[in-house]
């Protein structure tokens, strides 16, 4: 996610902290302050001490979001699913999983730990207030978690009552249509959380527009995925691509660009791939050779990949197209165009 920077790994996990949540910690801290118990802190006195009180509030709930995510991502691992990492912003936090378990049930498990660790938590903050220790504060703080354990309990997309919902149906409907059914509630509950805002809270509005976007990117990526998966890279790539030798001048191959309209090519040297040159090099130095300013880390798939396999890595690395290699040749080259025409064409045979 763009716009954030880490802060440190926990058990291997990036954590990330977006930008966003440096809006949201003065407007949190500012709630705790003038809301009264049992949900502020608005009866504490003297004053210092309520304002202290509020800001670690404020920082104890994002605490307790990372918790909550962490139990996703920790679960996840245990399944065998990569976690890229987790990031904190102005909304709460997002577990980044780079795929969903295949086997419905484990779905329904990595979503569920999210708000039973956040009920959890809640337990312990009202033992800490029972016990008598600084009583108001963990009162607050149990009931903020208990909080979001129920939001998230709510049965739709993005929330993890919708991902638990989308694992119960997919068992008797196909994933896709499982995926589409939640993300219809996530999307009607946020209209309804939209119109409810304009009566009472700006806030409501934000989160409402959050769950919208959420639902609809859901349901648009799981379409995308049911598609590609069942393409194989050697179906759509382009073979024996035109490629370029790293004694070339960057001046002759954005001729070839202007020619052949590509924006990149492989670069080959005694029949191996050594990189891959693109529009953004080449301008760097009009006159350089092509070994001086290609890309020498190359990202490769295998033309038995799927498609999807070469979208992920694309959005991940955040380049236009990857060379197809076949025990160590190069066979050919996937681009982007190619996976969006795949997704255009396939997309349009299956509602018909």
């Keep these: 996610m763009t716009l954030s920077f880490s802060i440190g790994k926990i058990a291997g996990i990036d954590i990330r902290i977006h930008l966003t949540l440096f809006l949201v910690l003065p407007i949190l801290s500012y709630f705790f302050f003038s809301t009264p118990y049992p949900y502020g802190f608005r009866n504490v006195e003297p004053e210092n001490l309520r304002i202290l009180v509020s800001i670690i509030a404020t920082f104890s709930l994002f605490a307790s979001v990372l918790i909550h995510e962490l139990s996703h991502s920790l679960l996840s691992k245990k399944y065998g699913v990569k976690v890229k990492g987790i990031v904190l912003f102005v909304f709460g936090g997002v577990s980044l999983l780079e ?166 090519y492989p670069v080959i040297k005694n029949g191996k791939l050594v990189g891959i040159v693109t529009l953004s090099d080449l301008v760097k130095s009009k006159d350089a050779k092509v070994e001086d300013v290609m890309s020498k880390e190359v990202v490769t798939v295998e033309p038995e990949d799927s498609a999807l396999k070469a979208f992920r890595l694309m959005n991940e690395y955040r380049i236009g197209r990857l060379p197809v290699v076949k025990k160590g040749e190069l066979v050919g080259i996937i681009s982007r165009t190619d996976l969006m025409r795949t997704l255009e064409i396939l997309g349009a045979m299956e509602n018909e």
């Design 99 to 264: 795929d969903v378990p295949s086997e419905t049930e484990k779905e329904v498990i990595i979503a569920a730990a999210g708000p039973l660790t956040s009920l959890l938590v809640a337990i312990f903050g009202y033992i800490m207030a029972k016990i008598g220790i600084f009583p108001v504060f963990f009162t607050v703080f149990g009931n903020l978690n208990l909080i979001l354990a129920a939001f998230n309990l709510i049965p739709a997309f993005p929330l993890d009552g919708g991902r638990i919902l989308r694992g119960l149906m997919a068992k008797s409907v196909s994933f896709v249509k499982a995926t589409k059914i939640a993300a219809s509630i996530g999307k009607a509950l946020a209209v309804g959380m939209g119109v409810l805002g304009l009566f009472t809270s700006s806030w409501l509005i934000l989160i409402a527009l959050f769950i919208y976007i959420g639902a609809n990117e859901e349901e648009k990526m799981a379409l995308v995925e049911n598609i590609l998966k069942k393409v194989k890279i050697s179906e759509i790539m382009t073979r024996n691509p035109i490629c370029v030798s790293p004694e070339a001048r960057s001046g002759e191959v954005l001729e070839m660009m202007l020619k052949y309209k590509h924006l990149g």
